[in-house]
């Protein structure tokens, strides 16, 4: 494995992480490499390398999160990077701030990157326009998860050898979920084939203009697939009701054991957490061998610690 | 292009030979000994370094990688970013004595990232640095090697080019001129 040639690229186009969308597949392919070198040190004694020392890193959630808040702080100490939490909780954004304002009061204080979680779409990008920093997207409302679906397919590429030409079915609630937005993207990028199955009332109208194949029958679905993304139901972000109740939704679209051992091939099953066990999956399915759902959340770390430290290359 | 001839493919192989003779001299018995080399190149030469010391003395010497890539203290002062190796230690160095082998000294940047880099796996009881060319007077950091195949006086406008087998090259070494454009 030594010195085998790689990809050309030895750093990012682009200056902020704002959506799978804008990258191009050479920076995921880079992204990819980075992270292969960081997976191994964060499997070391020592698991810490000093790169970002002189780097302040700001983690600006205004929307609940433990796994992505985590992982991200997690990324960024073992980068040596210093890091300052905010959460919209506990913050003057309930007082009246605007989002601008918030964000010039932290860069203000010297922050050198910024990673933010918002719920309206485009808040980060919008964040781009407007401040001189590096912005890392953790979540835009319903729009994007870049670094969500970058740690997906990094895994399932991780556990299948590649990407391309594999079948990826995404299940549930697509219409309210960036984690499908962005692995639709990034999937087609390496050259996956994608299909969304979902009950129809969570399936966005025009998502085969994407290029999606859509399905309503899930054992369809998982018979067609080499691995299938579970999302969870987005009670939050549902104003009405989309299906009768999370029982019915349970029983037409819930992954169990008994549909995985009724197929012919073995599946590879993801799921982005947080997992509402017995609703969109079973415990039997959650638990199996063929589930990536902790290496999901390892693979976390190295692409969020490859992200920041190939934006951190580009700070002046 | 102006350039000089410092080891060429019969040279490269005497003085490998000779570093490993140097090495068995300090080193009676290697069961304690490790040799780590320096991504890209110090990895070929280790690998060398341990096959002629099988040779010789028929004792296997455990060799690992270290990349320094996100060691370096020039991260984002030197432009584009140098792309990571891999870095392969697959085993512990508490304790032992480490052989750090990179094939050319120049500032000694890259061999003080690779002590930090080493660190991250154990602490070893003595850390030696063997190099092939040891470019004089050009040290930034007190660092300076063991065991040296050959020393070279040599301007910073010169860069030395090792082209070894392993990289297609065909095992010489030339000091070359940066040409004025």
Redesign the interface.
């Known amino acids: 494995m030594v010195n085998e040639y790689r990809s050309r690229m030895n750093q990012l186009i682009k200056n902020n992480l704002l959506g799978i969308k804008e990258l191009s597949l050479e920076e995921i392919e880079l992204i990819f490499e980075t992270a292969d070198n960081f997976k191994d040190v964060i499997n070391r004694p020592i698991k810490k390398v000093p790169s970002l020392r002189e780097v302040t890193i700001a983690n600006i959630f205004f929307e609940n999160s433990t796994r992505t808040q985590l992982s991200f702080e997690l990324a960024e100490k073992r980068l040596s990077a210093d890091v300052v939490n905010f959460s919209s909780s506990i913050s003057s954004v309930k007082k009246g701030e605007t989002l601008l304002d918030t964000v010039n009061n932290i860069l203000s204080m010297k922050v050198d990157m910024i990673v933010i979680r918002h719920s309206s779409p485009g808040a980060p990008h919008f964040l781009a326009k407007h401040v001189n920093s590096k912005i890392v997207n953790a979540g835009d409302g319903t729009h994007e998860h870049p670094t969500q679906a970058l740690l997906d397919t990094y895994s399932i590429r991780e556990r299948l050898g590649s990407i391309e030409g594999k079948k990826v079915v995404i299940v549930g609630d697509i219409l309210h979920s960036r984690v499908a937005l962005s692995n639709i993207f990034a999937l087609q990028k390496l050259g996956a084939e994608v299909m969304v199955c979902g009950p129809a009332t969570l399936l966005p109208k025009y998502i085969s203009a994407l290029g999606v194949k859509v399905e309503l029958d899930i054992r369809k679905a998982l018979n067609w697939c080499d691995a299938a993304n579970i999302l969870r139901i987005q009670l939050e972000r549902q104003r009405r009701s989309y299906f009768p109740s999370l029982r019915e939704y349970s029983l037409y679209y819930g992954v169990n054991k008994e549909m995985i051992n009724a197929l012919d091939k073995e599946i590879i099953i993801l799921h982005p957490g947080p997992i509402n066990r017995g609703v969109e999956i079973t415990s039997s399915v959650a638990d199996a061998d063929n589930a990536l759902i902790l290496d999901q959340v390892e693979n976390g770390v190295a692409i969020r610690m490859a992200v920041l430290y190939l934006l951190a290359s580009k700070l002046e | 292009m102006q350039k000089r001839l410092l080891l060429d493919n019969q040279l490269l192989q005497i003085t490998i030979q000779r570093l490993c003779q140097h090495l068995i001299e300090n080193h009676n018995d290697f069961s304690s000994v490790v040799i780590l080399g320096l991504?890209?190149r110090g990895?070929f030469l280790a690998n060398r370094i341990q096959k002629v010391i099988q040779e010789l003395e028929g004792c296997y010497v455990e060799v690992g990688?270290l990349?320094t890539?996100?060691?370096r203290d020039d991260?984002?002062r030197r432009g584009?970013?140098?792309?990571?190796?891999?870095?392969r230690v697959p085993f512990l160095i508490e304790g032992k004595d480490v052989i750090l082998v990179d094939d050319v000294l120049f500032t000694g940047r890259s061999v003080r990232a690779a002590m930090?880099?080493m660190?991250?796996?154990?602490r070893p009881k003595k850390v030696e640095l063997l190099v092939l060319i040891d470019r004089l007077h050009t040290r930034q950091l007190p660092i300076e090697a063991n065991y040296v195949g050959k020393q070279v006086n040599t301007l910073a406008s010169q860069y030395v080019e090792v082209g070894l087998k392993e990289?297609n090259g065909d095992d010489s070494i030339w000091l070359m001129n940066i040409e004025a454009e």
């Open positions: 991504q890209p990895v990688y990349d890539t996100f060691h991260f984002r584009i970013p140098k792309k990571a190796s891999e870095t930090d880099a660190i991250s796996f154990g990289q």
